[in-house]
Antibody
C-alpha cells in the first residue's frame, strides 16, 4: 500500500545538525512533488520545503532558508532533509508528504507518521 | 502568525451544519491557487479532506464540502458526527513561492 515512513529524528543541541529521511513505497515516487511539513507541539502546521519529482525545482520557507537542504534519491524512493544550525524553534514533529499533483493547486494526499526533532541543550 | 486566517474554534451539535472560514490575500487564495483542507485527529498525521477548492478524495464522505470566493474559502460539514471532532487546517500556495497554512480550527461536537 501507499506509505511514507520518516526516520532520523532525535535530540540535538542548538547549532547542531540532523538528517531526516523518508522512505516511500506503493507509488511511483519519481512522479510526485514531495514536501516536509512540521508541527510544533500543540501548534499548527508549517510548510518547510518541497521538491519536484525530478529534483530540479526546490523551494524553502524563509524560516529555514540557508540552513535546511531538501533532496531526494528516486532510485532509492527516498526523500531527505538535511538540517544544519538548528535552533530551539526548530523543535517539532516533522512530516513528509506527497502532493497529489501540483503544489499550486493540489493538496498533500499521503503523509508519514512523523518524526520528532528536539533542539535543546 | 499564519498567512491564512481561520477561527480558533467552532462547535456544533450532532446532526448540525458547521462552516470553517479561511481568509487569505490577493497573493494566495485570491491569485487563483487551489485551497486544500486537512483533518487532524489527536495524535495522528493530517488527512487530506478537500483539494483544489472543492474536490473530495475518494473515501471522504460527501458531508464535507469546500468552496472559494475571492480571497476566502470555506469548509462545510453537514450532519455533524462525534468522530468529526478534530483540528481542521486550510492550505494554499502564495506567489512568494511558498506553501501556506491556516492556523487551524478546533471543531468541538457538543
Amino acid at each position: 500500500q501507499v506509505q511514507l515512513v520518516e526516520s532520523g529524528g532525535g535530540l540535538v543541541k542548538p547549532g547542531g545538525s540532523l538528517r531526516l529521511s523518508c522512505a516511500a513505497s506503493g507509488f511511483t515516487f519519481s512522479d510526485y512533488y514531495m514536501s516536509w511539513i512540521r508541527q510544533t507541539p500543540g501548534k499548527g502546521l508549517e510548510w518547510v520545503s518541497h521538491i519536484s519529482g525530478s529534483g530540479s525545482s526546490i523551494n524553502y520557507a524563509d524560516s529555514v532558508k540557508g540552513r535546511f537542504t531538501i533532496s531526494r534519491d528516486n532510485a532509492k524512493n527516498s526523500l531527505y532533509l538535511q538540517m544544519n544550525s538548528l535552533r530551539a524553534e526548530d523543535t517539532a514533529v516533522y512530516y513528509c508528504a506527497s502532493y497529489s499533483g501540483s503544489p499550486h493547486w493540489d493538496g498533500m494526499d499521503v503523509w508519514g507518521q512523523g518524526t520528532t526533532v528536539t533542539v535543546s541543550s | 502568525q499564519s498567512v491564512l486566517t481561520q477561527p480558533p474554534s467552532v462547535s456544533g451539535a450532532p446532526g448540525q451544519r458547521v462552516t470553517i472560514s479561511c481568509s487569505g490575500s490577493s497573493s494566495s487564495i485570491g491569485a487563483g491557487y487551489g485551497v486544500n483542507w486537512y483533518q487532524q485527529l489527536p495524535g495522528t498525521a493530517p488527512k487530506l479532506l478537500i483539494f483544489g477548492d472543492s474536490n473530495r478524495p475518494s473515501g471522504v464522505p460527501d458531508r464535507f464540502s469546500g468552496s472559494k470566493s475571492g480571497t476566502s474559502a470555506s469548509l462545510a460539514i453537514t450532519g455533524l458526527q462525534a468522530e468529526d471532532e478534530a483540528d481542521y487546517y486550510c492550505q494554499s500556495y502564495d506567489s512568494s513561492l511558498s506553501v501556506v497554512f491556516g492556523g487551524g480550527t478546533k471543531l468541538t461536537v457538543l
